[in-house]
């Protein structure tokens, strides 16, 4: 009976990995477990307090407890009144590439999705354009002790129930929470691990 030699296996190898079938297979594979750890992202994303504090707008109680219990982020942070600062987010961190590279006797997968400086660059202060409303909410915020809010509108309020008053009018300062650094830092690490699968 003749044996393959070393040369001619790993020839063979290479046939297979570049075949049809072996990469449908390996699509199939990757395709079907990142749908799950993407879906599972984004429902870590959509659950988060802060998440749900913003979506609820000017009227939402402030569930991160960022604010000491007062006012809610929406309107600490200035947006707009009719404004949705979470749908373009969601939007971005949704995208995704998974890039098949045949390389000798295996398939590497690489799967692209936005970094945290694409986050950051696209989640701008409504007052500060060159500072990130992400990273305030990681890093703290200034102004709580200036934050004047009623439930009542207020005339001159972009957001409709609070503004930022010269005085100060309560103690107590910014409480920094984790939100998108920790929750992409999980996806890398779980991305990373799929893409080392070895096919």
Known sequence: MATL???NTKKIQRQVVRGNAFKKEVRRIIEKE???????????????????E???GPSSSNIS????GTGNLFTYIGFNEGSDPI?????????????????????RVNIDVPSKEKV???????????RSWTRG?????????????????????????AIQVK???????????????????DYYKKIKKLENKIF
């Open 120 to 130: 950051f660059a696209s989640t701008p202060l409504p007052w500060a354009t060159g």
């Open 54 to 56: 913003i979506k609820g």
């Open 167 to 185: 005085g100060r009018v309560r103690a107590g300062k910014f409480s920094n929470i984790q939100y998108m650094s920790a929750l992409l830092n």
């Open 87 to 107: 749908t373009p987010l969601r939007e971005l961190l949704q995208t995704y590439e998974i890039k098949y590279h045949p390389k000798q006797e295996s398939l």
């Open 137 to 161: 909410i990681e890093r703290g915020i200034s102004g709580l002790g200036q934050y004047l809010v009623k439930s009542a509108k207020i005339r001159k309020s972009k957001s409709g129930h």
């Open 34 to 52: 990142f749908s799950q750890l993407h879906k599972e992202f984004l429902a870590t994303f959509d659950n988060h307090p802060v998440t749900l």
């Open 65 to 68: 407890r960022t604010l000491s």
């Open 5 to 7: 030699s070393a040369k």
